[in-house]
């Protein structure tokens, strides 16, 4: 299943993140893509605070590869990763599986790098720069494309 939403502020992108919230449970695993200042991070904040962690500071977690964010205000443990880092490499032997195949959910900025351990279901989101539709627009815009993939 694949819908395509074009144009979107950042309050909007607020708002698919809340309805992507709502259908999370245990075990699923997002991706998140887009080249660099795409937006993946600033989706993981919005998700992230939907899901209960207001207070949680999300960030771009490049050097740790991955955060674990915990908590009683939050339905399960989420797992931010990103896999910048980890072009060439992959993700095999570095202990992720336990997280990505664990108790909680995972979010995945570059996930393409880590594709040998990714499962065959996942929702993918990709965001990309739209289009500027006059000179004078101030504000910034993503074409966002969600994929539900083999997801019940
Ligand atoms: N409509 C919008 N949607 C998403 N981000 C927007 C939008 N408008 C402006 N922005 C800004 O664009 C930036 C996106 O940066 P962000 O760190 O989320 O990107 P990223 O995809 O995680 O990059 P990286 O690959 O470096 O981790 C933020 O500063 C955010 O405020
Ligand atoms: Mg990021």
Do not use: C
């Amino acid at each position: 299943m694949k819908e395509f939403y074009k144009q979107q502020n950042i309050n909007d992108i607020q708002k698919i993140a809340q309805k992507i919230a709502t259908s999370l449970k245990i075990g699923d695993v997002l991706l998140l893509n887009g080249d660099l200042g795409a937006g993946k991070t600033t989706f993981t904040r919005f998700l992230v605070s939907f899901l209960g962690g207001k207070n949680i500071r999300v960030s771009s977690p490049t050097f740790t590869i991955m955060q674990i964010y915990k908590g009683d205000e939050l339905k399960f443990p989420i797992y931010h990763f990103d896999a910048y880092r980890l072009e060439g490499i992959g993700g095999m032997d570095q202990g992720y599986e336990d997280y990505i195949y664990g108790d909680g959910i995972s979010i995945i900025e570059w996930g393409e790098f880590i594709k040998d351990i990714l499962p065959d279901k996942y929702i993918s989101i990709t965001f990309k720069r739209s289009e500027q539709n006059t000179e004078q627009d101030l504000e910034e815009f993503r074409d966002v494309e969600i994929e539900i993939n083999n997801l019940n």
